[in-house]
C-alpha cells in the first residue's frame, strides 16, 4: 500500500540505530485509508524510525554534551554561560570584549543589544506616545509595555511583593528601594547605606549601584598588573597583580621610578615624569651650548659677528616670530605674544604714575628703571625692590632680614616658638624605632656614624610621612606615622588642646 503520509510540512529529524538507513520524517495529517486490519493501520503509523530513543551526545567547545539545546557556550574563562543561538553567544560576548556597536543618534550612548536601543529611544519620545494606559479612576499614567502596565495595577491594588528576609521580620513593601532602605534602618548599623558590598570583611556601602559596582572592582586583586620589563614574569612565575590604579602607582613610583639615562646622572631618579622631562632638557641645553663653546673656539675668522650666548640657553626655542625680517624666537609663547605686542604693535602697558611725566614702557622693568632715574627723591621709596635696601619681616614679634630668610635661620627661630607653644612637633629623625620596621634603625646609623638631627618641624602627620620619604629617603606607613603623633600630642599637652591633628589625607 502507499504511504499514508503526505508531503506537506518539514519536522525535526527523529534519532536513528545505526544499522538503519536514514529517513527524513515529514510531518503533517494522515489522509484516511481503508484497511481490513486496522492493528496494522495503527502499526503502520508509527515507523520504527519515529521511534523515541535516547538523544546522541553533542560536541559542545571540545566536550560531549548529552541533551542540551544550549549548545553554544561562553569561551571566555570563568564563564559558564551557554545559549541556544550563535546569535544570542554573540551579544553575550560583547560584554566580555566591551564593544557596544548600537548607539543612540539623539544622545550618542550606546549599547551591547539592538533591543537595548530601542527600549532606550523610546525616552526620547513624549509621554504620549506610551501605547499602555492605566484605566483605574483618576490616573492617567502610561507605559510602553504590559508588563510595566501590569506592576502599576499591582501597586494600585495594594500588592507588596518585597519580604525582608530578616528573621522575626514582616514587614514588605511594594518598591525594591523602599526594601533596601528598611534593612538599613532596621537591620543594619548606623550610617549603613542602601548598596552594601558583600564580600567577606567589608562594610562598606554606597548611595548608588553604580558606586557599588565600581567597588566591586577593587576587591579583585589581578586588576592591574605591571608591565615594567623587572616585574614581567620569568620561569612560570605569575606577573605581580595590583587591585587598584592607586596601588600600581605607588607601586611604579616606588619599584620602578623615572630615571635619568645620562651618563653624568649615575642613575639619578625623579619623583615623576614630568620632573624628568624638565631635567633632559637641561642635558639637551648643555650640549647646545657645547656646540656653541667649539664654534667661537673654532677660531673662524669670517665677517659674521661671533654669536653670542643668551640668558636660558639656545635649548628649547621653539616660538619664532612670523613678522618678516624679524627671525627671533622664545621659549615660550607667552614671551612671544609680549614680542609681539612691545615691538611689532607698539603696545605701551606700564605707564609712569607721576602727573608731569607721562611716559609708557613696554616691560615693567624699564619702569623701574625710569622711576629709579628720573622720579628718584633719594629716600628710596620710588626705587625697584631690587636696589632698595633688604627687606625686614616680623616673624612672632623679632624682626628678621632676608638673609636670615635665605639661610634658614628665620626658619628656626619660627620652629621654636611654635615648639615652645605646643604647635608643632619635630621631626625624630634619625631615631625612628617607634616608626620603622626591621633593620631600617640599624641601616640609617651604619650608613653615618653620628647622622645630624632634622629641625623639621610640622603639624600633621601627612607633612612628616611626606617629610620623611623626600628628605630621609624612608618609607613609613600611614597608621605608624598616626599612631606616634597621638602618643607625642599627649606627651606634649592635653589632647583637646592640642593644635597637632592626625593625617588628613
Not at 110 to 121: D, G, I, K, Q, V
Not at 144 to 149: D, E, G, K, M, Y
Request: charge should be positive; glycine fraction near 6%; include cysteine.
Amino acid at each position: 500500500m502507499k504511504n499514508a503520509y503526505q508531503t506537506t510540512v518539514l519536522g525535526k529529524r527523529k534519532a536513528s540505530r545505526l544499522d538503519e538507513p536514514l529517513v527524513l520524517h515529514l510531518k503533517s495529517s494522515p489522509i484516511p485509508a481503508q484497511s481490513s486490519n486496522p492493528g496494522h493501520a495503527d502499526s503502520d503509523s508509527s515507523s520504527p524510525v519515529a521511534s523515541s530513543s535516547k538523544a546522541t551526545p553533542i560536541l559542545v567547545n571540545g566536550t560531549l554534551v548529552p541533551k542540551t539545546k544550549k549548545c553554544y557556550h561562553c569561551t571566555f574563562e570563568g564563564c559558564e554561560k551557554a545559549y541556544s543561538k550563535p546569535s544570542r553567544l554573540e551579544e553575550h560576548e560583547r560584554s566580555h570584549t566591551g564593544v557596544r556597536p548600537f548607539v543612540c543618534t539623539t544622545c550618542g550612548k550606546s549599547y551591547l543589544r539592538e533591543t537595548h536601543l530601542h527600549a532606550h529611544s523610546r525616552s526620547h519620545l513624549p509621554e504620549s506616545a506610551r501605547p499602555f494606559t492605566c484605566e483605574r479612576p483618576g490616573c492617567e499614567k502610561r507605559f510602553w509595555t504590559a508588563q510595566h502596565l501590569q506592576v502599576h495595577y499591582s501597586w494600585h491594588d495594594g500588592a507588596k511583593p518585597y519580604q525582608c528576609s530578616e528573621a522575626d521580620c514582616h514587614e514588605a513593601f511594594a518598591k525594591h528601594h523602599q526594601l533596601r532602605a528598611h534593612v538599613c534602618e532596621k537591620h543594619a548599623p548606623p550610617g549603613t547605606k542602601p548598596y552594601r558590598c558583600e564580600h567577606d570583611g567589608c562594610t562598606k556601602s554606597f548611595d548608588t549601584n553604580q558606586h557599588l559596582r565600581a567597588h566591586q572592582k577593587t576587591h579583585d586583586g589581578k586588576r592591574y598588573t605591571c608591565v615594567h620589563a623587572n616585574c614581567l614574569p620569568k620561569d612560570d612565575l605569575e606577573p605581580r597583580y595590583f587591585p587598584t590604579w592607586s596601588a600600581l602607582q605607588s607601586h611604579i613610583r616606588t619599584d620602578h621610578p623615572p630615571t635619568c639615562p645620562h651618563p653624568s646622572c649615575n642613575g639619578r631618579t625623579f619623583s615623576n615624569p614630568g620632573n624628568l622631562r624638565v631635567h633632559l632638557k637641561l642635558h639637551q641645553q648643555r650640549e647646545a651650548e657645547m656646540e656653541i663653546d667649539e664654534y667661537l673656539d673654532s677660531g673662524d675668522d669670517s665677517e659674521q659677528p661671533a654669536k653670542k650666548r643668551r640668558r636660558g640657553g639656545e635649548h628649547g626655542r621653539d616660538w619664532k616670530c612670523e613678522v618678516a625680517e624679524c627671525g627671533k624666537d622664545f621659549k615660550s609663547r607667552k614671551a612671544l605674544n609680549t614680542h609681539v605686542n612691545v615691538t611689532h604693535l607698539g603696545k605701551r602697558d606700564f605707564v609712569c604714575q607721576h602727573s608731569d611725566c607721562g611716559s609708557a614702557f613696554g616691560y615693567k622693568h624699564l619702569l623701574q628703571r625710569h622711576l629709579a632715574k628720573v622720579h628718584s627723591t633719594g629716600s628710596g621709596q620710588d626705587a625697584p625692590e631690587e636696589e632698595s635696601a633688604a627687606e625686614e619681616v616680623q616673624v612672632h614679634g623679632e624682626t628678621t632680614s632676608d638673609i636670615d630668610a635665605i639661610t634658614g635661620y628665620a626658619y628656626l627661630k619660627r620652629a621654636e616658638v611654635r615648639l615652645k607653644e605646643a604647635k608643632a612637633l619635630r621631626c625624630p629623625f634619625p631615631e625612628l624605632r617607634e616608626l620603622v620596621v626591621g633593620d631600617v634603625q640599624d641601616t640609617i646609623a651604619a650608613s653615618n656614624s653620628a647622622p645630624r638631627s632634622c629641625d623639621y618641624v610640622f603639624s600633621r602627620a601627612y607633612d612628616l610621612r611626606r617629610h620623611l620619604s623626600a628628605a630621609h629617603d624612608i618609607v613609613v606607613e600611614k597608621e605608624r606615622v598616626d599612631l606616634w603623633v597621638r602618643k607625642q600630642k599627649k606627651a606634649v599637652r592635653p589632647a583637646d588642646s592640642l593644635d597637632v591633628s592626625p593625617d588628613a589625607s
